[in-house]
Every structure is written in C-alpha cells, then in structure tokens.
T-cell receptor, first 105, second 112 residues
Framework: IVMTQSPATLSVSPGERATLSCRAS??????LVWYQQKPGQAPRLLIY???TRATGIPDRFSGSGSGTEFTLTISSLQSEDFAVYYC????????FGGGTKVEIK | EVQMVESGGGLVQPGGSLRLSCEAS????????MSWVRQAPGKGLEWVAN????????NYLDSVKGRFTISRDNAKNSLYLQMNSLRAEDTAVYYC?????GGQGTLVTVSS
C-alpha cells in the first residue's frame, strides 16, 4: 500500500492552523497512525486508529478520515510543533508516507 | 505502557554482519506480527521485514531479501534481525514495531 503525504513542506506562522493530508493507494479502514519527528529523535506517536490521540498528546492535535483519505490538523501551532510529520498504515504490513515538514513562516 | 528497546547496532565494514535485537514489554508480544523499520540519514521511514506470531511467515523488502533474516523468541518477548552482506545503503537507524514504531532505535553504520 502506497502512502502519499501532501504538501511536502508547509510554512505556517505560530498560532495558525495547519492541515496535513495523507492518502492511501487502497482502503485501509482506520488503520492509520501519525507521528511527529524532530531532528535526532525517534518518531513520536501522535494519533492511532486515524483519530485517537496517544497518551499525553495535546488536544490541539486531531486526526480524521477513513478508507483512503486522512487529515492531521494542528489547531494552533506552538513553537514545539515545528517538525516533520509522517503517516503510516498498518492494515497490510506497514508503509509510510514521505513526510510533511512543518516550518516557521 | 508499550516499550521496545532496540540494541546491537554499530559500525561495520561493507560485507560484514550484525544482529539486532528488540526487547518488547507492555503488551502480549506473542499475539502480534512484528516488523523492523529503518530510517536512513535525512530520509523517511521504510519497512524492512515482518514476521507473524509463531515465526512461520516472514516477508522482506526486496533490497534485503537473501541478506537479512528476521526471527523472534516469544518466551523472551524478543525480535531479532540478522543482517549479512551489509552495504553502505543499509546505513540507518533501525526500529522495531508492532503496528506502531516503538523505541529509540539502534544505529547501523556501514562504512570502511
């Protein structure tokens, strides 16, 4: 299953809303996770089951979608949110999107 | 809490071998397919191999077939990756994963 993320780079000002997209090449139901990754760090789980926040994740992060179209929304970007975000499906083996870099505008 | 601790990485010459280990806790390890995932420097995440619950079914990324072998020991809640004939392009941080990537990974550097 091929996962495609868009855009590759998103320039956003602090306090603004960010919307990241992820598309699967075939239906994956809700078997999708989102990660945040900062330089030199392991991926940090944000969302699993397409829409359930992981433990300790602030409620400004929300996930939605099912089937082939998914969205991660960050409602009001904080300085610590500038990072690379990956989606990953676990419906059939594991496969990852290419990532979206959220940078300061 | 789900935890995975990877170990066994290091610097190895091209053509050399390494064995990675992952010790899992916080979930019933024997119930899950498990995978190895890697991330080359400056690149995205890439699935490498997976293994079913009893070890009877294994799948590999084409570029590692015949060189890497995944295995598990359910009694020890552990996952392994035997890597032979290593190449420069295998340089990456390697993570173990159930449905979700866990742990801090272990760095494999293939260089002369």
């Amino acid at each position: 299953i091929v996962m495609t993320q868009s855009p590759a780079t998103l320039s956003v000002s602090p306090g603004e809303r960010a919307t990241l997209s992820c598309r699967a090449s075939q239906s994956i139901s809700s078997n999708l996770v989102w990660y945040q990754q900062k330089p030199g760090q392991a991926p940090r789980l944000l969302i699993y089951g397409a829409s359930t926040r992981a433990t300790g994740i602030p409620d400004r992060f929300s996930g939605s979608g099912s089937g082939t179209e998914f969205t991660l929304t960050i409602s009001s970007l904080q300085s610590e949110d500038f990072a690379v975000y990956y989606c990953q499906q676990y419906n059939n083996r594991l496969s990852f999107g290419g990532g979206t870099k959220v940078e300061i505008k | 809490e789900v935890q995975m601790v990877e170990s066994g990485g290091g610097l190895v010459q091209p053509g050399g071998s390494l064995r990675l280990s992952c010790e899992a806790s916080g979930f019933t390890f024997s119930n899950y397919w498990m995978s190895w995932v890697r991330q080359a420097p400056g690149k995205g995440l890439e699935w490498v191999a997976n293994i079913n619950q009893d070890g009877s079914d294994k799948n590999y990324l084409d570029s590692v077939k015949g060189r890497f072998t995944i295995s598990r020991d359910n009694a020890k809640n552990s996952l392994y990756l035997q890597m032979n004939s290593l190449r420069a392009e295998d340089t990456a941080v390697y993570y173990c994963a159930g449905s979700i990537v866990g742990g801090q990974g272990t760095l494999v550097t293939v260089s002369s």
